[in-house]
């Protein structure tokens, strides 16, 4: 008999949970920041080449050479992709999506041939410098797996990856310290392989059916697209945070590390999808 009225108790708490989040004052400087990205500014600063390392040593097996630096080069020229990756377009692409993302947050971004015009701005302002990137060539094992009639079948790809590793140096202008603080965060890219378990109840065999989308190189530079893109979002949540430890008391603030979503206008706790510092 109660359950309704129990249930109408339950949905009138959560509502009083939302509302009592909205008007915290961590929510409320969270909401003001964004309100006031158009009064802040970043240069964005980048590297003129990539670090391109092969990690596929075993090519290298046969050759006994022992030099590093000659089986360093024979490992790139015998690379996949690294070989014959582009470095200016690479970096390029990663640069492009970075600032166009970081201008859907309403930042005003300059880039590195506009230095002079934003060391006029006196406050709000920020750089960012793509200190290095990195691109690691290895192979990735991928297992697909399925449990058929109570019995485990697997099978194992080994894939061709590309790492792409990014350093990033942020300072603001508005901190008295002169210290660059340094961050780190790396993605891969892979083949994606395709594949399904076909079970033939008549002969009691599985079989195991696939095809590979063979990763190429402008794939990698759409992948560099992309990581800019999710990577000046790392760098507006690295801001909004830091802006709330900065005035909100320890024992008030929340232990959660908030990302925002600018097209949903939402705020929602991040993970390890962030920029990762490195202490010096």
């Given at each position: 008999m109660n359950q309704p009225y129990n249930s109408i108790k339950i949905a009138i708490y959560i509502i009083l949970l939302v509302l009592a989040a909205s008007c915290s004052p961590e929510k409320k400087l969270a909401m003001e920041f964004v309100t006031k990205a158009?009064?802040?500014?970043?240069?964005?600063?980048?590297?003129?080449?990539?670090?391109?390392t092969n990690l596929k040593t075993y090519i290298m097996d046969s050759l006994g050479i022992a030099d590093d630096e000659k089986k360093d080069s024979l490992l790139l020229l015998h690379s996949y992709f690294l070989v014959d990756l582009n470095d200016s377009l690479f970096i390029a692409n990663y640069v492009l999506g970075y600032t166009k993302a970081l201008g859907k947050f309403g930042i005003r971004v300059f880039e590195q041939d506009e230095t002079e015009q934003f060391l006029r701005i006196d406050s709000?302002?920020?750089?960012?410098n793509i200190a290095q990137i990195e691109l690691e060539e290895t192979l990735y094992t991928y297992r697909d797996e399925e449990?058929?009639?109570?019995?485990y079948f697997y099978h194992d790809h080994n894939l061709n990856a590309v790492y792409v590793n990014s350093w990033l140096e942020i300072n603001?202008?508005?901190?008295?310290?002169?210290?660059?603080?340094l961050y780190f965060t790396s993605d891969m890219i892979t083949d994606i392989a395709d594949g399904a378990f076909d079970y033939d109840?008549?002969?009691n065999k599985v079989r195991y059916m696939y095809n590979?989308?063979?990763?190429k190189l402008d794939v990698l530079y759409d992948f560099a697209y992309r990581l800019g893109k999710e990577y000046a979002a790392y760098t507006y949540d690295l801001l909004l945070n830091e802006e709330l430890d900065k005035k909100i008391d320890s024992s008030v603030r929340s232990k959660n590390y908030w990302r925002y979503?600018?097209?949903?206008?939402?705020?929602?706790?991040?993970?390890?999808?962030?920029?990762?510092?490195?202490n010096e």
């Open positions: 158009k009064t802040k500014s970043i240069l964005v600063l980048t590297p003129d080449y990539l670090y391109k709000n302002s920020y750089q960012v449990m058929i009639y109570d019995k603001s202008f508005d901190d008295n310290t002169s210290k660059q603080h109840i008549f002969s590979i989308d063979s990763l979503d600018p097209i949903n206008h939402i705020f929602y706790p991040a993970t390890d999808d962030r920029l990762q510092p490195i």
